[in-house]
T-cell receptor
Framework: EDKVVQSPLSLVVHEGDTVTLNCSYE??????LLWYKQEKKAPTFLFML????IEKKSGRLSSILDKKELFSILNITATQTGDSAIYLC????????????FGTGTLLAVQP | DVKVTQSSRYLVKRTGEKVFLECVQD?????MFWYRQDPGLGLRLIYF???????EKGDIPEGYSVSREKKERFSLILESASTNQTSMYLC????????????FGPGTRLTVT
């Protein structure tokens, strides 16, 4: 059975801390791995990773994929209260249909 | 900017009622999806559609049906709402072809009493 597992389930840090969120997967027909950020509304797209070892970066956020060990990490440096959200990891297994299987998410709370 | 809109942010219905949730996207996306999101279970795919009038069951289709009569609009129907269908419902859309992310609507929080 295909699955995506995220850890930790929740995390509380202080502003300025660096956090690492984990996502492991066992998915047949893997096409890509995606990260989303969900505040109290629609999940918003962060990164799509298809190749091992190539870091994607956007400001204080970065992510990397290891297709041999079947995991990805999302790093957030110098955290801010605005980073507080649920971070969702998903794997595209549907090819042209772009169907995704999601992990349960990591709830990040950044305290001032 | 891609926009995916859903007809209601909050909805309260009674057990046994027929419920319609509507989703509209403005980016000419071929694929559209309906998910429900529950604490501890994440997002689970109910149905998706890859073209007008075309649909496929997702992982949890029981108790739901869908309709896609126009490319931009995808409706989720609860034929006879039950309390275990109380949830957050998220619609998403994407272009066809591998390598396209899904864009999500703001969600509808449905409570069935």
């Amino acid at each position: 059975e295909d699955k995506v597992v995220q850890s930790p389930l929740s995390l509380v840090v202080h502003e300025g801390d660096t956090v690492t969120l984990n996502c492991s997967y066992e998915v047949t027909n893997f096409r890509s791995l995606l990260w989303y950020k969900q505040e109290k509304k629609a999940p918003t797209f962060l990164f799509m990773l298809t190749s091992s070892g190539i870091e994607k970066k956007s400001g204080r956020l970065s992510s990397i994929l290891d297709k041999k060990e079947l995991f990805s990490i999302l790093n957030i440096t110098a955290t801010q209260t605005g980073d507080s959200a649920i971070y969702l990891c998903a794997v595209n297994y549907g090819g042209a249909t772009n169907k995704l299987i999601f992990g349960t998410g990591t709830l990040l709370a950044v305290q001032p | 900017d891609v926009k995916v809109t859903q007809s209601s942010r909050y909805l309260v219905k009674r057990t046994g009622e027929k419920v319609f949730l509507e989703c509209v996207q403005d980016m000419d996306h071929e694929n559209m999806f309906w998910y429900r999101q529950d604490p501890g279970l994440g997002l689970r795919l109910i149905y998706f559609s890859y073209d007008v009038k075309m649909k496929e069951k997702g992982d949890i289709p029981e108790g739901y049906s869908v309709s896609r009569e126009k490319k931009e609009r995808f409706s989720l129907i609860l034929e006879s709402a039950s309390t275990n269908q109380t949830s957050m419902y998220l619609c998403a859309s994407s272009f066809a072809g591998a390598g396209h992310e899904q864009y999500f609507g703001p969600g509808t929080r449905l409570t069935v009493t």
